[in-house]
């Protein structure tokens, strides 16, 4: 049977050219850039490459740092212990803002840093399922407030929130601001200098590069304690032998990703496809899709459909071959309610019935016909032998 692949959301494929450009540095151009010997210092230029591709993809300007980490994981964790370590151990500012549906890579490190003592105020998502200007004005504390780490785009229901307004409201009370940046790269245009955000993390397997490599934005003038200590390497802001494999094909996918051309497709052509099978699932009987299509990443539909488990759904899709998610991967196996619907106070039982489709430039129409006719057939079923369901009610 073919597999259709919809958990975008959660990886993605590395894109072919991608791996044409990565293969040398696993095989023959495999010096260790530190090495003064011509194995380490020839690879220094594709280096230089690569650095200019994912500066040019968020517009990072010259003065400014981008550290090649293993994730975003460890970009979060980098910015946000670096802020412990440097304002609130050692500051007036003891305050962290955030918001109730970050991912677990941010949730988690501030829950951490709240046990050591730091004051956090998490904000909550309006209807809509976005962080408005307005929760982040009534919470900020001018002078008090150290970092406001808000994601671009959250990975479960793909809402787009309001960067670039709520990292000025962040610097007009004297703070800084960090955005998770990994489900916006390649879906909606990322602008480090227009939005002036002060840290944007990243990771190269959200945008059809490999796993185990991502990368750190810290606009100029701004410097962080750093997460690991060692050899100099990145000028001793992360320690560790450069995984130069990985940063050349980030540098590429990046390239690739945030070509106009690209996100011309992305919001056209993959956004079509998106919306084809999301005007079909609107149209089954007690089924909600989450947030406004118009404020959402081209690629993403987070549906809920009344009466049937999600872990249910996913395994019927996954007999017929398609692969989607209930949200996160990182919280796939947890059954607790998808924090994000408990956020937007949708009803406990049908938080436990998201699914979450996230499509790519990979996807095609016939892919895409093919889940229409499963996801009516699959609905209609689990229904039908529902012990709890009762349409209309
Ligand atoms: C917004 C966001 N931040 C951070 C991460 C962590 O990235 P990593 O460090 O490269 O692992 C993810 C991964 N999100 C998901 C992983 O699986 N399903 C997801 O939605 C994410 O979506």
């Known amino acids: 049977m073919e597999r259709i692949y919809l958990d975008n959301n959660a990886t993605t494929m590395i894109d072919p050219e991608v791996f044409k450009v990565m293969e040398p540095f696993l095989k023959d151009k495999f010096g260790n850039p530190n090495s003064l010997h011509s194995f380490g210092t020839e690879v220094h230029k594709d280096m230089i490459k690569a650095l200019d ?61 709240e046990s050591l003592g730091t004051k956090v105020t998490r904000l909550p998502v309006s209807p809509e399922g976005l962080i408005t200007p307005d929760s982040l004005k009534e919470a900020i504390i001018k002078d008090e407030t150290a970092l406001v780490s808000i994601m671009w785009a959250n990975n479960e229901t793909g809402l787009i929130n309001p960067v670039k307004e709520l990292a000025k409201i962040a610097h007009e009370n004297g703070a800084l601001f960090h955005t998770d940046a990994v489900q916006a790269i390649g879906k909606v245009k990322v602008d480090v200098q227009d939005t002036e955000v002060d840290f944007l993390t990243f990771s190269a397997h959200k945008f059809h590069g490999p796993k185990g490599v991502g990368g750190l934005y810290i606009r100029e003038n701004l410097e962080l304690t750093p997460l690991f200590h060692g050899g100099e390497q990145m000028a001793g802001k992360r320690a560790g032998t450069v995984n130069v494999p990985g940063m ?129 057939k699959s609905v209609k079923r689990l229904r039908e032998i529902s012990s709890t369901y009762v349409k209309g009610e």
């Not at 500066?55 to 970009?75: K, L, V």
């Open 53 to 113: 591709q994912l500066y040019a993809g968020i517009n990072a300007s010259d003065e400014s740092d981008i550290i090649i980490n293993s994730c975003a994981t460890e970009g979060n964790n980098t910015v946000l212990k670096g802020i412990y370590f440097d304002f609130i151990q050692n500051s007036d500012k003891k305050h962290i803002i955030t918001s109730q549906i970050e991912h677990p890579a941010v949730s988690h490190t501030i829950n951490f840093l």
């Open 248 to 376: 050349v094909a980030m540098g590429y996918a990046m390239e690739l990703a945030t070509s106009t051309e690209a996100l011309e497709y992305e919001n056209k052509f993959v956004r079509s496809l998106r919306d084809r099978l999301e005007d079909v699932i609107n149209s089954l009987d007690d089924t909600i899709v989450i947030g406004d299509r118009n404020y959402r990443t081209p690629n993403t539909i987070l549906a809920s459909f009344k009466g049937i488990e999600g872990e249910s759904f996913l395994w019927d899709l996954n007999q017929n071959g398609i692969a989607a998610s209930t949200g996160s991967a990182c919280s796939s196996e947890d059954l607790e309610a998808d924090p994000t619907f408990v956020a937007m106070s949708i009803d406990a039982d049908l938080a436990h019935t998201g699914v979450r489709f996230s499509l790519s430039r990979f996807n095609t129409e016939d892919e895409i016909d093919r889940v229409i006719e499963v996801v009516k």
